[in-house]
T-cell receptor, first 109, second 115 residues
């Protein structure tokens, strides 16, 4: 079967750095996406990785290792507004998105 | 770019009535649109995949006669919840992408409350 695992909840301090991990087992791989979803709102696109390595975009970076079936989202200089759920999704061999359950990130002052 | 507009943002309807939700890709053509449902504090659940000019593909457990999907053009898909019941109350979100390797872009969602 296809499976995406990510921690249910994480807590971090304002100004700090947090890494949210995602491991996956899917039938084929056509890229991995990270989305941010604030409570009561729709998800917004953060990043896309299809090749191994680190993609940096401002305070957010995303890493992929295809051989390990592993990705992480790194958030630097955390702000209170970063409190949200972070969703990992993998595009499989049919370009269907397989979604993780999301990681709820709580930022404390 | 890649803006998806969803309307209405929220709707309250009486049990037994039907509700139509529109999803438009404003600045790109979307051959495929996706409809999701999300209950409070739960994950996104894919309901159906909507392809322009053809019938939608529904996920297991989703009643196609209850959730009617029409993808009339490359920029518009509609979801009609027919004979709504209180258990259909949920957050419905549409999404669209330019192509298979493009990211999904989501509408703002529609919060449906059935009384």
């Amino acid at each position: 079967g296809q499976n995406i695992d990510q921690p249910t909840e994480m807590t971090a301090t304002e100004g700090a750095i947090v890494q949210i991990n995602c491991t996956y087992q899917t039938s084929g791989f056509n890229g991995l996406f990270w989305y941010q979803q604030h409570a009561g709102e729709a998800p917004t696109f953060l990043s896309y990785n299809v090749l191994d390595g680190l993609e940096e975009k401002g305070r957010f970076s995303s890493f992929l290792s295809r051989s390990k079936g592993y990705s992480y989202l790194l958030l630097k200089e955390l702000q209170m507004k970063d409190s949200a759920s972070y969703l990992c999704a993998v595009s499989d061999s049919n370009y269907q998105l397989i979604w993780g359950a999301g990681t709820k990130l709580i930022i404390k002052p | 770019g890649a803006v998806v507009s969803q309307h209405p943002s929220w709707v309250i309807c009486k049990s037994g009535t039907s509700v139509k939700i529109e999803c438009r890709s404003l600045d790109f053509q979307a051959t495929t649109m996706f409809w999701y449902r999300q209950f409070p504090k739960q994950s996104l659940m894919l309901m159906a995949t909507s392809n322009e000019g053809s019938k939608a593909t529904y996920e297991q457990g989703v009643e196609k006669d209850k959730f009617l999907i029409n993808h009339a053009s490359l920029t518009l898909s509609t979801l009609t919840v027919t004979s709504a019941h209180p258990e259909d109350s949920s957050f419905y979100i549409c999404s669209a992408r330019r192509g298979e390797v493009s990211p999904l872009h989501f509408g703002n969602g529609t919060r449906l409350t059935v009384t």
